[in-house]
C-alpha cells in the first residue's frame, strides 16, 4: 500500500471537524468556568466552588474531552503531514502529545478543590482559611501546569507551521501564521514575560488555529498535490 492511499480525501475533513469540535469544547469549558475562580480571594473562589459545583464538574469534563480530541487532531495532523517530512511531523506530534500530558496532569487542580471543601473529618485539623488557600494555591497550580503546556503547543504549532510552509497542498501563509503563533506561545518560557503579553499572544494563537481549521473545514488540501508529494515522499 503506497502512503498516498492512507490518507484519502475525506481523512481531511474528518481532521476539521475534530478540529472545529476541539474548538467548540474550549470555548464551552472557559464559559461554564468563568468567574468561579477569584484570583486574589480564596474565600470567594472556594464560595463559588461550591456554589456552583455542576458548573465547575462541567467544566472540568469539557476540558477533559477538549485534550482528547487535541489527541485525535494531533494523530491526524501526523498523518496530514507525514509526507511532506516524516520526521518533522513525529516531532510535532511529540510536543503536542506532551503538552496533552502536562495539561492533563494539571486537572487533578479541578478534582482536589472538592476533596479539600468536602467537609472530610480528618480535615478538620485545618482551619477553613487554610482550606481555602491551600484551593486557591492548587488551582494556581494548574494554571502554571497549563502554561507549561501551552510551551509544548507553541513548538507544535511553529513545526506544524513549517510543514505547512514545506508542502504543497496548503497555503503558505497558514503556515506563516501558525509558525508565528508557535514563537509567540514560546514565551510562556518567560511566565512575567507572558504574564505581560499574554493577551495579544493568546489571541494570535487562536487566530491561526482557527483559521486552519476553518481552511480545512471550508476548502481542504489540494489532494492531486498531497498525493504527488506523498509518492515522492514513498519513492524518495
Given at each position: 500500500?503506497?502512503?498516498?492511499?492512507?490518507?484519502?480525501?475525506?481523512?481531511?475533513?474528518?481532521?476539521?471537524?475534530?478540529?472545529?469540535?476541539?474548538?467548540?469544547?474550549?470555548?464551552?469549558?472557559?464559559f461554564f468556568m468563568k468567574g468561579l475562580v477569584v484570583s486574589d480571594d480564596a474565600a470567594a473562589t472556594a464560595n463559588n466552588i461550591l456554589t456552583h459545583?455542576?458548573?465547575?464538574?462541567?467544566?472540568?469534563?469539557?476540558?477533559?474531552?477538549?485534550?482528547?480530541?487535541?489527541?485525535?487532531?494531533?494523530?491526524?495532523?501526523?498523518?496530514?503531514?507525514?509526507?511532506?517530512?516524516?520526521?518533522?511531523?513525529?516531532?510535532?506530534?511529540?510536543?503536542?502529545?506532551?503538552?496533552?500530558?502536562?495539561?492533563?496532569?494539571?486537572?487533578?487542580?479541578?478534582?482536589?478543590?472538592?476533596?479539600?471543601?468536602?467537609?472530610?473529618?480528618?480535615?478538620?485539623?485545618?482551619?477553613?482559611?487554610?482550606?481555602?488557600?491551600?484551593?486557591?494555591?492548587?488551582?494556581?497550580?494548574?494554571?502554571?501546569?497549563?502554561?507549561?503546556?501551552?510551551?509544548?503547543?507553541?513548538?507544535?504549532?511553529?513545526?506544524?507551521?513549517?510543514?505547512?510552509?514545506?508542502?504543497?497542498?496548503?497555503?503558505?501563509?497558514?503556515?506563516?501564521?501558525?509558525?508565528?503563533?508557535?514563537?509567540?506561545?514560546?514565551?510562556?518560557?518567560?511566565?512575567?514575560?507572558?504574564?505581560?503579553?499574554?493577551?495579544?499572544?493568546?489571541?494570535?494563537?487562536?487566530?491561526?488555529?482557527?483559521?486552519?481549521?476553518?481552511?480545512?473545514?471550508?476548502?481542504?488540501?489540494?489532494?492531486?498535490?498531497?498525493?504527488?508529494?506523498?509518492?515522492?515522499?514513498?519513492?524518495?
Amino acid at each position: 500500500m503506497t502512503v498516498a492511499a492512507v490518507l484519502p480525501c475525506p481523512k481531511t475533513r474528518i481532521t476539521s471537524v475534530v478540529y472545529l469540535l476541539y474548538f467548540v469544547t474550549v470555548m464551552s469549558a472557559a464559559f461554564f468556568m468563568k468567574g468561579l475562580v477569584v484570583s486574589d480571594d480564596a474565600a470567594a473562589t472556594a464560595n463559588n466552588i461550591l456554589t456552583h459545583e455542576t458548573l465547575f464538574r462541567v467544566g472540568f469534563a469539557i476540558n477533559v474531552i477538549a485534550t482528547a480530541l487535541y489527541i485525535a487532531v494531533t494523530a491526524l495532523f501526523y498523518q496530514l503531514f507525514r509526507p511532506v517530512s516524516r520526521s518533522l511531523a513525529l516531532l510535532a506530534a511529540f510536543f503536542s502529545l506532551t503538552g496533552c500530558g502536562v495539561q492533563a496532569v494539571g486537572y487533578v487542580g479541578y478534582v482536589a478543590p472538592f476533596t479539600l471543601l468536602g467537609g472530610a473529618q480528618y480535615l478538620t485539623v485545618f482551619k477553613v482559611e487554610q482550606l481555602q488557600a491551600l484551593v486557591l494555591t492548587i488551582l494556581r497550580l494548574r494554571s502554571q501546569a497549563e502554561q507549561i503546556g501551552i510551551v509544548f503547543f507553541g513548538f507544535f504549532d511553529f513545526l506544524i507551521g513549517c510543514l505547512i510552509l514545506r508542502s504543497t497542498f496548503l497555503p503558505r501563509i497558514l503556515g506563516a501564521l501558525m509558525a508565528l503563533a508557535g514563537l509567540g506561545w514560546m514565551i510562556f518560557l518567560s511566565p512575567p514575560l507572558a504574564n505581560n503579553l499574554a493577551h495579544y499572544i493568546l489571541p494570535l494563537g487562536f487566530i491561526a488555529e482557527f483559521l486552519l481549521m476553518l481552511w480545512l473545514l471550508v476548502k481542504g488540501v489540494n489532494v492531486q498535490r498531497w498525493q504527488e508529494q506523498a509518492r515522492a515522499a514513498t519513492e524518495w
